[in-house]
């Protein structure tokens, strides 16, 4: 699996949009760009994916551009439970098995 | 989360002693691993399943075993701990890799070796 490059930190403030980058500038055409996050103890938990097109569902938007190179997490109204370590993963089609980075910490401020 | 559980969640050990951590799920689903995670490391796979009595190796497997004779069980047993092995371990399943809604992760069982 390629490598991604994530901040080892951000802040956002309560109420907006928390916007997590993602460089992924060795991504190959078949590996998608996926995200999970982790609150404090607790496991994991997916967040959504994508391969070329932007994605949204009800947690999150995934904004990927044209060259694939880099991405962009959207949480639109981040809240104090948004508070978690957020990771970018690539994973090839028919890969069998998830590589975890070390992510980037968002900590939403009141 | 519903439908995968670890057990036990807490358990501290002597140097030595095997130990065996149990991943159960009730959704059916093919693949299960078996993840470590630890301070300045992430989470590192240790080894996985894709179906029932087929296993592979992750990339820090050195000391640990894996079995899985049913679907719904996949069991991780250091034969012998040492302190190394001192860490928050969490299962995950999925049905396939490609499934849109990625892997549903345990609650993870904390692992102390004294």
């Known amino acids: 699996d390629a490598k991604t490059t994530q901040p080892p930190s951000m802040d956002c403030a309560e109420g907006r949009a928390a916007n997590l980058p993602c460089n992924h500038s060795?991504?190959?055409?078949?590996?998608?760009v996926y995200w999970y996050r982790q609150i404090h103890s607790q496991g994991p938990q997916y967040i959504i994916h994508?391969?070329?097109n932007n994605e949204t569902n009800e947690m999150a938007s995934l904004i990927i551009t044209e060259d694939r190179k880099s991405s962009t997490l959207i949480l639109p109204h981040a809240t104090l439970r948004d508070t978690a370590v957020y990771y970018c993963?690539?994973?090839?089609?028919?890969?069998?098995?998830?590589?975890f980075g070390q992510g980037t910490r968002l900590t939403i401020n009141p | 989360d519903a439908g995968i559980t670890q057990s036990p969640r807490h358990k501290v050990t002597e140097t030595g002693t095997p130990v065996t951590l149990r991943c159960h799920q009730t959704?059916?689903?093919?693949?299960m691993y078996w993840y470590r995670q630890d301070p300045g490391h992430g989470l590192r796979l240790i080894h996985y399943?894709?179906?029932?009595?087929?296993?592979d190796k992750g990339e820090v497997s050195d000391g640990y075993s894996v079995s899985r004779s049913k679907t719904e069980d996949f069991l991780l047993t250091l034969e012998s701990a040492t302190s190394s092995q001192t860490s928050v371990y969490f299962c995950?399943?999925?049905?396939?890799?490609?499934?849109?809604?990625?892997?549903?992760f345990g609650s993870g069982t904390r692992l102390t070796v004294v």
């Open positions: 959704e059916n689903h093919r693949y």
């Open positions: 995950a399943i999925t049905t396939t890799p490609d499934w849109a809604y990625g892997y549903t």
């Open positions: 060795t991504i190959s055409g078949n590996e998608y």
């Open positions: 399943s894709y179906g029932v009595k087929d296993t």
């Open positions: 994508g391969l070329k």
């Open positions: 993963i690539l994973r090839g089609q028919g890969a069998q098995k998830l590589v």
